[in-house]
């Protein structure tokens, strides 16, 4: 939503500020100029990306149109689920959450949270991590390194796609004076015509420098900040795990555990300790 809200902005005080201007909306329509900067954008997108980072482009620009999904409703939502997996594994043994950890979309225990599991990188690291603690002791310090090792990777790769997008804009204003030039050219073919049509031509010319800056700096450079914002709430996401394994695999309560996550959480998404007690007073009726 807020993507539309700040695109309509953009352009409503672009195009709004050179109609005050008395400029002709018409000659802002350039198909020409827009088909050389998109298509030379987009073709240099997939000359320099690997396929997987395309379509998480893709993926990841249409997600901006959704609500963040990690706000304080999935936090409290993953303290929950945190907390019921290591009150099962603390009255039951790790052997206890066998079932539940090898096949996670069959569970009973994370059925009841349907916005946990949508976010498939958590569910495995999770799950896998407590395969590791089932399959016999893990020091705390080669656990820690697994758990950054995978965050890292995970991290790297999603930050290939606003990486690649960031390259695009980047490289718009250098599209738009390339179909400057080639405006330029084509009035230099047309020198002896009217004034006026040389006059059409040098403006239309002018509109691609105009479209190269408009995109780079108002739209596709804004739409990369936005997903590297996204990449690191999910990566604050996946911390608020890392810190609950790392408390639970040395012993804490799981009160404690899912404490010790809760404090991982930026302060204007936490839930308070009261809220946290309400929430695994819940879970435990």
Not at 143 to 161: G, K, P, R, S, T
Request: hydrophobic share 45%; net charge negative.
């Amino acid at each position: 939503m807020f993507l539309i809200i700040g695109l309509v902005v953009v352009m409503g005080s672009v195009i709004g500020g050179y109609v005050m201007h008395h400029g002709e909306l018409a000659v802002l329509i350039q198909p020409n100029e827009l088909l050389i900067i998109g298509g030379a954008g987009l073709g240099s997108m997939i000359v320099g990306s690997p396929p997987n980072v395309l379509k998480g482009a893709f993926q990841q620009v249409l997600a901006l149109l959704k609500p963040n999904p990690f706000d304080g409703k999935a936090y409290a939502e993953l303290l929950q689920v945190l907390y019921e997996v290591f009150q099962k594994a603390r009255k039951d043994g790790l052997v206890g959450l066998e079932a539940h950890i090898e096949d996670p979309s069959k569970s009973e225990i994370f059925k009841k949270y349907p916005n946990f599991m949508h976010h498939h990188h958590a569910v495995a690291m999770l799950c896998d991590t407590l395969k590791v603690l089932l399959t016999g002791a893990v020091e705390d310090h080669h656990l820690e390194a697994i758990l950054d090792a995978d965050l890292e990777q995970q991290h790297h790769e999603a930050m290939q796609v606003p990486g690649a997008i960031t390259r695009v804009s980047d490289a718009m204003p250098g599209f738009g004076i390339v179909a400057a030039v080639l405006g330029v050219i084509i009035t230099m073919g047309s020198i002896g015509g009217a004034a006026s049509e040389i006059g059409e031509k040098v403006a239309a010319a002018l509109v691609g420098t105009f479209l190269g800056i408009l995109l780079s700096y108002g739209i596709l450079g804004p739409i990369a900040t936005s997903i590297e914002g996204r990449i690191q709430a999910e990566h604050a996401y996946m911390l608020c795990i890392k810190t609950a394994l790392l408390a639970f695999a040395r012993g804490d309560s799981p009160m404690s555990a899912v404490e010790f996550a809760r404090r991982n959480i930026e302060p204007h998404e936490r839930p308070s300790f009261s809220e946290l007690e309400e929430l695994t007073r819940r879970k435990a009726a």
